[in-house]
């Protein structure tokens, strides 16, 4: 495993995004290898940003690198690469997965099915009601809440999870210093007891309005789908929606008033082909994974009531995977599928809880 601080290092390089480390790794291989090729490869190189160069000729990444270990001495906070044992699995697979991830708290293995709640952050009386319902139900089943921690649906939802004592995930869109609002200092605390507060950001770093859009691809790739209790039209709640869309994950929408202009974002992502949900069981139905935790109680699902939402291509797979774990290149073979087919296919089947991927790429079913 990488050293996690020489890729905290690389990371503090103003401009360093996901995308552009991800391919200096391929081309330099260890992370330590990294800014000295980039020292001496830059005139060679005219993809590389010019502030990337001049932030590390002036040594300013490295007065962030050590503001940002001073906070986490401070703080107790810790660092998880994305070769970390303890990453989240479906969070590897979105398309840019952040390199190392700075986290308050604990996780849990209950974090892997979770579900996001996001919306506008000013809810009418409807959007507060419909927020604290959902997220209530569904903590009720220990499911974990994902949010983004902001004013309005995010600290609500938040809040009834730790009201609850159930679990919670706060991905911040800021560096882990800054809390924002300033307001929910106090909530964040709270959310660290029992869950995980996170950030991909560098203290020191400034902050601007794509690192709130950056912060939303995380909240959607945490989790098994996104819901979005309330938004106008214009909310940044719908950049969630979206990236889970381009995720591969589960969308619901809860619809409102017509008049209002107050849910016609959560309309649109309705016309655009997000779930309508009124009632818990709507999105369960969905994610057979969180299903499960209703069977004891609800004697609703079959299998054959699980497969309706699998496609043809996902069903020949489950018909070759059982519980003792099947080498990728064989169900390749059986299934004559191309690779990048059945790697779509592979991965929808696991984000709806039917498969699990083992390490050296075996898979099992689950349902």
Same mark, same amino acid.
């Given at each position: ?71 986490? &001495?401070?703080?107790? %906070?810790? +660092?998880? @690469?994305?070769? !970390? #044992?303890? $990453? =989240? ?76 004592? &159930?679990?919670?995930? %706060?991905? +911040?869109? @800021?560096?882990? !210093? #800054?809390? $924002? =609002? ?186």
């Amino acid at each position: 495993m990488s050293d996690p601080l020489e890729i905290l290092k690389i990371m503090s390089i103003e401009g360093m995004g996901p995308r552009l480390y991800k391919s200096l790794s391929d081309k330099y291989g260890m992370p330590e290898k990294i800014i000295p090729g980039l020292i001496d490869n830059y005139a060679e190189d005219g993809s590389i940003p010019s502030g990337i160069l001049s932030s590390i000729h002036s040594g300013r990444y490295l007065e962030y690198f050590n503001k940002h270990r001073l906070w986490m &001495k401070q703080s107790g %906070a810790r +660092l998880m @690469t994305v070769d !970390d #044992i303890r $990453y =989240p699995d479906i969070l590897k697979h979105i398309y840019d997965p952040p390199p190392v991830l700075s986290y308050l708290g604990e996780w849990d293995p209950k974090d892997n099915n979770a579900l996001a709640v996001v919306g506008t952050r000013y809810p009418d009386h409807y959007g507060k009601r419909v927020t604290r319902d959902f997220t209530q139900a569904l903590v009720d089943l220990d499911i974990t809440i994902i949010s983004g921690l902001a004013k309005g649906v995010d600290s609500i939802a938040h809040f009834t999870a730790v009201r609850a004592g &159930k679990r919670t995930i %706060a991905v +911040l869109g @800021t560096p882990p !210093d #800054i809390i $924002y =609002p300033a307001e929910n200092r106090s909530l964040m605390r709270q959310i660290c007891q029992n869950g995980v507060v996170l950030s991909e950001f560098i203290v020191g770093h400034k902050t601007a309005p794509g690192c709130f859009v950056r912060r939303n691809r995380l909240i959607s790739g945490l989790s098994r789908g996104v819901i979005v209790t309330q938004a106008g039209d214009k909310s940044g709640a719908l950049a969630t929606a979206f990236s889970a869309n381009e995720q591969n994950r589960e969308v619901f929408a809860v619809p409102g008033n017509i008049y209002s202009g107050l849910h016609d974002g959560c309309h649109r992502l309705i016309k655009k082909g997000a779930k309508l949900i009124e009632k818990t069981e709507d999105i369960l139905e969905e994610l057979p994974v969180l299903m499960q935790k209703r069977l004891p109680q609800m004697n609703l699902i079959t299998e054959a009531a699980n497969l309706q939402d699998v496609t043809d291509s996902g069903k020949l797979i489950l018909s070759i995977l059982s519980k003792e774990p099947v080498y990728v290149d064989t169900i390749l073979e059986k299934t004559s599928l191309n690779h990048s087919k059945l790697m779509s296919v592979l991965l929808q089947l696991e984000l709806k809880g039917y498969i699990k991927q083992l390490p050296g790429k075996f898979y099992i079913r689950k349902i």
